[in-house]
């Protein structure tokens, strides 16, 4: 119905404009918010809040108005309820629909033995207690409800309708062949799936972590001192976890779930596998100040979302030449992981070199995790190379020079606004251009011409210091008479 | 506890009673903190000193050497001419020339890039003093920051020597590098490529300017890289018949060797090769 005929049936209607991509936040802070119970939860893909046609949403009852979530709560109940059994999932249940509703969130939530049981009873059931399906009861359940809730498409609804098949038990005693012949696979997989004959993946929204420690409180916290007790308790945890499968975590994630419903995270990263709790500790003491706990923590969860293989205590064996570096057994390591937390991993390098012949492309910066270099790499590159300047600029800065002979180096100078008479220069040093390797942008150099060359310059000024110039190209004249070759300021010497 | 009391500092109380004994608790004190010194720094077990391998420069070092445990500050000086130093490219040689002296282990090069016209220590010229691979390069925007990097890297036990690049001059922050580097025996550099006023605290300063070198005759070459050297400051070393004692230095990069270009020989190229000291 347009909006015109609905005010025209009912003038004084009011009339809402749609947030749909509102609706889809609310949802997934709702999702974010059910981490809480498992690390396995989905939007559901058959909700209103996802469907990406409006008009499709519109006639399905508007968007949010049948979004929906999945929770795969397997392995999680018994922390509601006493025992594994079925107290603790109906406490569950019941914790999720209390805490919802005290935020003005309606909700209807079923729990079954599969997600399309689930999905049809939370919509579907017409008792209260008909949303609680005790395990393997799902085939008696589901018989009373309608068709709808097999999440069919319109079509294949429609025709059901037609032929009379108004609820999910006349379909059972149908033989399945003819069914799929006349319906397509849809129906049939759907009833499977809905019975559990059938596996029905749920792809959950965060790739739930394989270590993750819990810690709930009677009492919302709120000081940082308790925050930070926690997570020291947690941290405990998780290395015992950690011990026993062998592992160290790279990256892990503290999340704060707060009694207003919002979550709060903090993530460290370490550069190796670690699992020393103290040391973890302290990288955490740095990033728990940023977190608020607003107006108290009611809920506590640490997860390693990165872990790898811990090889044991050494590491390495430590190099002849230098024992201790390459090793970062002397705690190192450990620093540059604080450094790296504060500064940022990319403000944290060590360098690397790189067989190459254009100054720029010698020195690699390269973060603490990857490898270090060989001892004696930096010797071998050293040696092939001639003199070279203590300090290279970013970007070479063009001069104004002044020669007497072209090809000659320049008699003066001229750089950031003052003039340097040169006395003594040492050169050139030709380095050509790595024909073989792709420019920036992508490019290769055109077949047959030469690869563009610097002719590079050691000189010294007559107040001793020394710089190391570049000629861009050779000498040539254009054609307005004027030298095409510009000169550069690329190092200073020692 | 190597803790330097404030009242180290204090100029001695002037009292009737105990004006004869003024003289003697200066003296006692320096001998009680350089024992402190010493030992706090053979407990890590390392040198307390190391010297430079130029005899006329260590004899005025305090341990003949430049104290481990220790801030010191090397600038780039104006040139001889009395311009400002165009570069600290110079500095930087001589920086690295102390740091390849400083036992093994990981050093902590930090410093504060100035945008595009920065220019960053190229490890391959660094390689003929030490190993790049031992550098462990921070960057950092602030220079609390800087600072704050400084003093975790001087806790470290990795590390064998932690160098700064700042303009900063931060009287507080160079009394906690001086603190942190006398607790754990580690040498702490301010590296400055424009004079700076002076850390108080600093144990020496040095300041360095690219000199003239010396081509080979007939030629228009650049010869090895020579510094003027002045020691502007030595804390606790021995004063020198000259207000700031000042050395000609020549780097000669194939024997890998610092020694002093006597002065009255200085640009006659047939007789600067015998005073050659090994550093």
Avoid at chain 2, 156 to 172: K, L, M, N, Q, Y
Avoid at chain 2, 208 to 229: E, F, M, N, Q
Wanted: some cysteine; charged content about 25%.
């Amino acid at each position: 119905m347009r909006l015109a005929d609905a005010r025209a049936l009912l003038p004084d209607l009011v009339t809402v404009a749609g947030e749909p991509q509102a609706d889809l936040r609310l949802v997934e802070a709702i999702a974010a918010w059910c981490d809480r119970y498992t690390p396995w939860v989905a939007i559901d893909p058959m909700g209103g809040a996802v469907a990406d046609d409006i008009a499709r949403a519109c006639s399905t009852g508007g968007f949010g108005g049948d979004a929906g979530l999945l929770l795969d709560v397997t392995g999680c109940t018994h922390l509601f309820g006493e025992g594994e059994g079925e107290s603790g999932e109906r406490a569950l249940l019941a914790d999720l629909v209390t805490r919802l509703a005290r935020r003005d969130l309606s909700c209807r939530a079923a729990m079954a033995d599969t997600a399309g049981a689930a999905w049809a009873l939370a919509r579907f059931a017409e008792r209260q207690a008909d949303l609680f399906c005790p395990a393997r009861g799902q085939r008696d359940a589901l018989a009373p409800l309608p068709v709808e809730g097999l999440r069919l498409e319109a079509p294949i609804l429609e025709t059901f309708l037609k032929l009379g098949l108004r609820r999910i038990g006349d379909l059972y005693p149908m033989p399945r062949a003819p069914l799929v012949r006349r319906f397509g696979e849809q129906p049939v997989r759907r009833i499977d799936q809905a019975l559990g004959r059938l596996d029905e993946p749920i792809e959950p929204r965060r790739l739930p972590p394989a270590f993750r420690t819990r810690l709930a409180f009677a009492e919302p916290i709120g000081r940082s001192e308790d925050v930070a007790a926690a997570t020291s308790r947690l941290l405990a945890a998780l290395c015992r976890q950690f011990e026993q499968a062998g592992v160290g975590a790279r990256l892990l994630e503290i999340a704060l779930y707060r009694v207003d419903g919002s979550v709060d995270r903090a993530s460290i990263g370490t550069s190796r596998p670690n699992r020393d709790n103290p040391k973890l500790m302290k990288l955490f003491e740095e990033k728990l100040g940023e977190l608020d706990p607003g107006f108290g923590v009611e809920l506590m969860i640490l997860s390693a979302p990165e872990v790898e293989t811990w090889s044991g205590t050494q590491d390495a064996l430590p190099h002849q030449d230098s024992p201790t570096v390459a090793s970062g057994m002397d705690g190192t390591i450990d620093l540059a992981d604080r450094l790296a937390l504060r500064l940022g991993p990319e403000n944290v390098v060590r360098l690397l070199s790189r067989d190459s012949h254009l100054p720029e492309r010698v020195q690699v910066a390269a973060t603490v995790a990857t490898k270090p270099a060989a001892a004696g790499a930096w010797r071998r590159v050293a040696s092939l190379k001639g003199a070279r300047p203590t300090r290279l600029l970013q970007r070479p800065e063009p001069v104004e020079v002044t020669a007497f002979v072209p090809d000659d180096p320049p008699s003066v100078f001229r750089w950031r606004r003052h003039a340097h008479r040169i006395v003594r220069a040492d050169g050139p040093e030709r380095i050509a251009d790595e024909w073989w390797r792709p420019r920036p942008d992508g490019s290769r150099p055109p077949a047959g011409t030469l690869p563009p060359v610097r002719d590079y310059y050691r000189v010294e000024d007559d107040d001793g210091g020394r710089f190391w110039l570049f000629r861009d190209g050779p000498y040539r004249l254009a054609a307005n008479g004027q030298p095409t070759a510009r000169w550069f300021v690329h190092g200073f010497c020692a | 506890m190597p803790v330097i009391s404030p009242s180290a500092f204090a100029p001695p109380a002037s009292g009737a009673a105990n004006d004869r004994v003024v003289p003697l608790p200066a003296s006692l004190r320096e001998k009680v903190r350089r024992l402190e010194r010493s030992n706090s720094v053979r407990r890590r077990g390392r040198a307390a000193s190391v010297p430079l391998g130029i005899p006329a420069i260590d004899a005025l070092l305090p341990e003949s050497g430049l104290l481990t445990g220790a801030l010191h500050e090397i600038e780039a000086g104006p040139a001889p001419s009395g311009r400002v130093a165009p570069h600290d490219g110079a500095a930087l040689g001589f920086a690295a020339h102390l740091l390849g002296h400083f036992g093994p282990g990981t050093i902590l090069w930090c410093r504060r890039p100035t945008g595009t016209f920065d220019a960053a220590p190229y490890a391959p010229a660094l390689s003929a003093w030490f190993d790049p691979a031992r550098l462990l390069m921070v960057t950092a925007r602030r220079d609390e920051d800087l600072f704050w990097a400084m003093e975790e890297g001087l806790r470290c036990p990795g590390i064998s020597a932690v160098v700064g690049e700042t303009r900063a001059a931060d009287p507080t922050a160079g009394r906690r590098l001086s603190l942190a580097a006398e607790k754990n025996g580690v040498p702490a550099l301010l590296l400055r490529a424009q004079p700076a006023p002076p850390q108080s605290v600093c144990a020496t300063r040095w300041r360095i300017a690219s000199a003239p070198s010396c081509s080979t005759p007939g030629l228009k070459d650049v010869g090895a890289p020579r510094w003027r050297l002045e020691l502007k400051r030595n804390r606790f070393g021995t004063p020198s018949a000259a207000e700031t004692p000042s050395w000609l230095l020549e780097w000669n990069d194939e024997t890998h060797c610092l020694a002093v270009v006597p002065e009255a020989l200085h640009g006659s190229p047939g007789t600067r090769f015998e005073e050659r000291l090994v550093g």
